[in-house]
């Protein structure tokens, strides 16, 4: 199946963001991101804002046209932002108050610092909130959930998991989480008992070579657009297909590529 999807694309191999139409070749818009190093995560803010997290804090950038409108660059080790329904921003990263733990920071609308979260860790990537108010913490091998504290509540694993990207609960309670290295989707229930995995190697044509499943989204109707990440670098666009689309069943529906433009995905964000 040919993908139509309007998207952002955080191209790590080549350090750009772009906006791609997967029913076109090349990109609407492409800007460099030398000055925004090691961007991971994105969230939309409204129709043409959207909220981009690099490795010394977050930037907010223009849909349309890749403008830059407005940045907070004042850490180091940053892995991810959140923006919240009453303004606040979570900031997650690594040793940002400086005791060298696993740090969620909120900061109002202002970017002034309000409240600091912490727990001991070196390793942290992706984070997301819970329905209880607490977190899911990607954690190399296992997923960590914890309360609005990030004290332990459960940990969730699944064989294979390296360097695992992101988790997400869905709102039938399950959680969804992409493996990375382990190059596969796996699903959780309310309870954090692994129902089953899909998309690894041998569940999918040969010519997917699941490498490291890095950011996914769920749509509306309960597919599931992935990105398969294939290596650092600026050569990697004809190793693999580089964006996935499965059914809620797991089963995969089609794959996109645009190896002479792409080098290799990590985020993306389904427009």
Request: hydrophobic share 40%; with cysteine.
């Amino acid at each position: 199946m040919t993908l139509t999807h309007r998207l952002l694309a955080i191209d790590e191999g080549r350090q750009h963001i772009s906006l791609i139409d997967t029913t076109r070749a090349g990109a609407v818009w492409s800007r460099d991101l030398a000055d925004f190093p090691l961007a991971r995560d994105m969230q939309r803010l409204d129709d043409d804002r959207v909220m981009i997290g690099f490795e010394r804090g977050f930037l907010e950038l223009r849909i349309g046209t890749g403008e830059v409108l407005a940045a907070c660059d004042r850490w180091s080790d940053v892995t991810s932002v959140r923006r919240l329904d009453d303004g606040s921003t979570l900031v997650t990263g690594h040793n940002l108050d400086g005791t060298g733990g696993i740090n969620v920071l909120t900061l109002d609308r202002d970017f002034t610092l309000t409240h600091t979260a912490r727990r001991d860790g070196d390793y942290i990537r992706l984070m997301r909130r819970t329905a209880a108010g607490g977190y899911l913490l990607c954690m190399n091998d296992h997923i960590l959930e914890t309360d609005g504290a990030l004290n332990a509540v459960r940990q969730l694993r699944a064989p294979g998991f390296v360097h695992a990207w992101k988790a997400e609960q869905c709102a039938d309670g399950t959680t969804l989480v992409s493996a990375g290295y382990g190059g596969f989707m796996a699903r959780f229930d309310a309870k954090g008992e692994l129902l089953g995995t899909f998309g690894g190697e041998g569940e999918v044509p040969d010519d997917v070579a699941p490498f490291f499943y890095a950011t996914f989204q769920q749509l509306d109707d309960g597919r599931l657009i992935v990105a398969n990440w294939q290596g650092h670098g600026p050569a990697n666009g004809g190793k693999g297909r580089q964006l996935l689309e499965f059914d809620g069943a797991g089963r995969l529906l089609g794959s996109w590529s645009d190896a002479a433009n792409i080098s290799s995905l990590q985020g993306i964000l389904i427009l």
